[in-house]
């Protein structure tokens, strides 16, 4: 069963940057591709971007040119650099692994407690 741990949260202004961390237990880190979501209150989750073993990397359209994705295979972590914040950025993230389909992307059945993003002035 692997695990995820999501930091780098917390209170930032709008235009204001932080960077997300997501550490995974476990082996075999590499093999899969890994993604970030978000839940804001009252929403679903939603896919933010992912990036593929081969470093390939998708974005939401709400976060392309602000957000960069990236990932260190000997830390077994993800990264996710949040640049330009908006309010509507607003949310728990969380990060998973997973494959992408060539369509879509399919996450695993676990995740972690996620890492709070506020953005207000």
């Known amino acids: 069963q692997v695990e995820f741990v999501e930091s780098g949260g917390g209170l930032v202004q709008p235009g204001g940057s932080l960077r997300l961390s997501c550490a995974a237990s476990?082996?075999?880190?590499?093999?899969?591709?890994m993604a970030w979501y978000r839940q804001a209150p009252g929403n679903q989750r939603e896919l933010v971007t992912f990036?593929?073993?081969?470093?390939?990397?998708n974005y939401a359209d709400s976060v392309k040119g602000r957000f960069t994705i990236s990932r260190d295979n000997a830390k077994n972590t993800v990264y996710l650099q949040m640049n330009s914040l908006k309010l509507e950025d607003t949310a728990v993230y969380y990060c998973?692994?997973?494959?992408?389909?060539?369509?879509?992307?399919?996450?695993?059945?676990?995740w972690g407690q996620g890492t709070q993003v506020t953005v207000s002035s």
């Open positions: 476990g082996s075999a880190f590499s093999i899969y591709s």
């Open positions: 990036i593929t073993t081969g470093g390939s990397t």
């Open positions: 998973n692994r997973g494959y992408y389909t060539g369509r879509e992307f399919r996450p695993g059945n676990s």
